[in-house]
């Protein structure tokens, strides 16, 4: 049987509060930022072993920095990074055995920023090889759980970061979203989980390279308030000129807004949802219409089959690039015969497909004025964040067939994707609990750079329909 991991339940300067309150109680001197630091510190000694989020300690670094130079809104609250960003003096790993990696000279642009809001790096959060799959199960670092059932995962590929928050050992925890990263755990372990617009926050390193940027950094928080804090700090730090600023968002909007609501599972995707996502996704539907919203339904726009097919040929590049070209990608040879199946099933799939890649290249493009042309009538698109509830560990299993993985991620998480491709923003919010007692979330997204607006419907909800944190299980 499964164990709730609580890091809550104890008397320290963390006590149940938000980053953004823990932080007002530095700024007031009420509590030090040293104390806060050392509380997560013993909170992750205390329920990490039950975890196993952690893949590399950065204590002493944090309590050196505890006692700087105040700076940022977030000054004194401890986070995680989750371990594909580079943290100077620090390897970063990948969620991988294959390759050996040489500690980064510098902070990746990423780091710095989300650094720049005042946050203190305890340590680097658990991810699955190379971030390809929505789990973290893997030989090299063993399986990341869930704590509000230890025998579920957290998803992925942040999975650790969303553990870590989820637990109550840190309140963010940064976290970046290929095909869902930031959105799967966050649905999972009872989070918000926003993925910005593309280019709203730096990159990941080296995407700028890349022929289609899916990668959007970000950052995983208990509370809205929070997500809206660090972006507006972010925002201090560097800005796209081509998108409007967000600025601090305090509060729900007035606008009542035009909703479509995805009332069916994609055509051409393998089973249904089950009834637990159904009834989230109509009782959330409800709520929208009763605080004044308009909530239309509409059918997935897309054509399934073939999104799929463009997508997993991106990942496939993006497989076989990291593991033919690691000596200038990674400064580090990769040994391709102890590669994960699923890893090695995206590389195969590459090779086997790369003169179909200038057609996928063309299709990513189209599917943006996809997005464009759904907001004509919508300000808002509603999804599940998954097409069914929680796994148990093990349904992820890097040990099981290319084939058998990618069939149950796909379909796990065929609401996410298009995001990624189009650029859109996309928030995760916890609105649901299925039949075991498990987190369920609803997804909402808006035109490219409307980032904002999904703040304001989120802190609407939030009033409306509290979310519970493991403290109050």
Known sequence: ?????????????LGTSDATAIAESIANEKISAAEVVEAAILRAERVNPA?????????????????SV?????????????????????????????????????????VNQFLSTGLICIGKSAMPEFGFLCSTENEKWGITRNPWNTDYTTGGSS?????????????????????????????????????????????????????????????????????????????????????????????????????????????????????????????????????????????FPVDIDRMVSHFLNIYAFHSYMLTHWSTFILNAKVDRSQLEPFTEGLRKRFRANALEFPATLAAMKKLKALAAGLHKNYDIIMTPVLAHKTPKIGYFSPELSYEEVCSRAVMFSIYCGLHNVTGVPAISLPLGTDGNGMPMGVQFSSTYGNDKLLLELAYELEEAKPWKFIYEM
């Open 51 to 67: 975890l196993n989020a952690i893949v590399l300690k950065t204590y002493e670094d944090a309590r050196n920095y505890s006692k």
């Open 70 to 110: 105040r700076k940022g809104a977030f000054y004194g609250v401890p986070a995680f990074i989750k371990d594909n960003d580079n943290l100077a003096g620090y390897p970063t790993q990948m969620g991988t055995g294959v390759f050996r990696a040489k500690p980064a000279k510098h902070n990746s642009k990423f």
């Open 159 to 299: 999975s650790g970061s969303a553990a870590l928050v989820a637990s109550g050992v840190v309140p963010v925890a940064s976290a970046n979203d290929g095909a869902g990263s930031i959105r799967i755990p966050a649905a999972i372990c009872g989070l918000v989980g926003l993925k910005p617009s593309r280019h709203r926050l730096y990159g990941i390193q080296g995407g700028e390279a890349l022929p289609v940027q899916l990668v959007h950094q970000g950052v995983l928080t208990r509370t809205v308030r929070d997500t809206a804090l660090f972006y507006a700090e972010a925002e201090k730090y560097h800005s796209y000129p081509r998108l409007p600023k967000m600025g601090h968002v305090k509060h729900a909007g007035k606008q009542r807004l035009r909703i479509a609501f995805i009332e069916n599972y994609p055509e051409g995707a393998i089973g249904n949802r089950d009834k637990d996502t159904q009834r989230t996704q109509e009782e959330t539907a409800k709520l929208l219409e009763l605080l004044g919203h308009r909530v239309e339904q509409m059918q």
């Open 1 to 13: 049987m499964g164990e709730i991991v609580n890091a809550f339940n104890t008397a320290d300067a």
